[in-house]
């Protein structure tokens, strides 16, 4: 099985910066995905990560290191429409997904 | 389709009764998942299919849940006998395969279940 976790909550300024950690702890790891779901909306996906190293997308980056069962995702030039619930995401080698709780993300002006 | 599609967007059903929930996935997905989201709480994996079969019903939270796919296509799942703790939104997601990189999924807008 998996064991996800990330932080609750978490409160950034429009322009700036704001990191989101996840670990994980797996039965068998096939790849960590990262969505991002609006209040009421169905996640939507953001990234993907399967071998160490960081992806860049954009304003968005998300980074894995499957040794020490970590990732983050890293978002850029924080805007307003940023602020919503980011889920982190493994797949098992069954191609289960599980995901964390989600990490909501305020933007303030 | 555009997009995963899930009828109805809304059920409010009472205690004891049994509910269908539908799920269209994108056209030419060949794998299907289900999930349940609780209010305030992360989504919960319930089922997968690749084509019609479903491999491992290990994640259905009682035997009153099952799901079928025929055709390759459209999804039901049903929960009989509802209680009320079965209330959260249902959601329903597709990919174009199980495995293999950027197979991400795609999610449907979600059946919001409110059981009286």
């Known amino acids: 099985g998996q064991n996800i976790d990330q932080p609750t909550e978490m409160t950034a300024t429009e322009g700036a910066i704001v990191q989101i950690n996840c670990t994980y702890q797996t039965s068998g790891f096939n790849g960590l995905f990262w969505y991002q779901q609006h209040a009421g909306e169905a996640p939507t996906f953001l990234s993907y990560n399967v071998l160490d190293g960081l992806e860049e997308k954009g304003r968005f980056s998300s980074f894995l290191s499957r040794s020490k069962g970590y990732s983050y995702l890293l978002l850029k030039e924080l805007q307003m429409k940023d602020s919503a619930s980011y889920l982190c995401?493994?797949?098992?080698?069954?191609?289960?997904?599980?995901f964390g709780a989600g990490t909501t993300v305020t933007v303030r002006a | 389709g555009a997009g995963v599609s899930q009828s109805p967007s809304n059920k409010v059903t009472e205690k004891g009764k049994d509910v269908e929930l539908r799920c269209d996935p994108i056209s030419g997905h060949t794998a299907l998942y289900w999930y349940r989201q609780s209010l305030g709480q992360g989504l919960e994996f319930l089922i997968y299919f690749q084509g019609n079969s479903a491999p491992d019903k290990s994640g259905l939270p009682s035997d009153r849940f099952s799901a079928e796919r025929t055709g390759g296509s459209v999804s039901t799942l049903t929960i009989q006998r509802t209680q009320q703790e079965d209330s959260a939104v249902y959601l329903c997601a597709s990919s174009l395969d199980l495995g293999g990189a950027y197979n991400e999924q795609f999610f449907g807008p979600g059946t919001r279940l409110t059981v009286l």
């Open positions: 995401a493994v797949r098992d080698r069954d191609y289960k997904l599980s």
